[in-house]
């Protein structure tokens, strides 16, 4: 059973470009999250997803980023007109449906996104 | 709201001898706890969770962590440190209701071992 696979690995990408970042969750899983780690912190919840719905987005930065999570295909984190904050690892984590209490949740290794 | 708030940036401790990273919550209602490992440049791995079971919570790699309600402490242990488990340690809490997976970070304990 494939984990959470997260492509690509890492992400060169001069400022004012755009960064797509794609998190297949673990089969069986019909539930996505993102979290994003600046360097020498810890992860920070981003937007959390059901295939086809934004569920909860609380932490997503107001401007430029947006998640989608379609009925076919990975959910991608688009990041238009990246700036230097925006280089960090970002995680992608699944769980299964909602019903478990204390859903564990599964992360991918994660893309370290650099701008330069 | 939940918070976590892990005690210490750094730790050092010398193979062999007990690993305790502290970690105090945070919540309006019974919490989820978990801990996870982070390598360099890798992702997060489960080591153990908390879910109002047992208390004393036994994971991977002889990991264990004990929940204290009057402490509202959930520390990580291990009895004798091993080089390999050097790494980044992330204490965490769900946010909200039990069914989702909005976790709540401390900011991480780094666990240097040293021959």
């Known amino acids: 059973n494939a984990g959470v696979m997260q492509n690509p690995r890492h992400l060169v990408r001069r400022r004012g470009q755009e960064a797509r970042l794609r998190c297949s969750p673990m089969?069986?899983?019909?539930?996505v999250y993102w979290y994003r780690q600046l360097p020498e912190e810890g992860l920070k919840f981003m937007v959390y997803?059901?295939?086809?719905?934004?569920?909860?987005e609380s932490g997503m930065p107001k401007e430029r980023f947006s998640a989608e999570f379609p009925k076919e295909g990975p959910s991608i984190l688009r990041i238009q007109q990246v700036v230097r904050g925006d280089s960090a690892a970002y995680f992608c984590?699944?769980?299964?449906?909602?019903?478990?209490?204390?859903?564990?949740?599964?992360f991918g290794e994660g893309s370290w996104l650099t701008v330069v | 709201a939940q918070s976590v708030t892990q005690l210490g940036s750094h730790v050092s401790v010398s193979e062999g001898a007990l690993v305790l990273l502290r970690c105090n919550y945070s919540?309006?209602?019974?919490?989820?706890l978990f801990w996870y490992v982070q390598y360099p440049n890798q992702g997060l791995q489960l080591l153990l969770k908390?879910?109002?079971?047992?208390?004393l919570v036994k994971g991977i790699n002889g990991f264990e962590a004990e929940f204290k309600k009057s402490e509202t402490s959930f520390h990580l242990t291990k009895p004798s440190a091993h080089m390999s488990d050097a790494a980044e340690y992330f204490c965490?809490?769900?946010?909200?209701?039990?069914?989702?997976?909005?976790?709540?970070f401390g900011q991480g304990t780094t666990l240097q071992v040293k021959p």
């Open positions: 984590a699944s769980s299964p449906r909602v019903g478990e209490t204390g859903n564990t949740i599964y």
């Open positions: 089969k069986g899983h019909s539930h």
């Open positions: 997803l059901q295939k086809e719905n934004i569920i909860d």
């Open positions: 919540s309006s209602v019974p919490p989820y």
């Open positions: 908390y879910t109002s079971a047992a208390t």
């Open positions: 965490a809490v769900i946010g909200g209701s039990g069914n989702t997976g909005k976790l709540i």
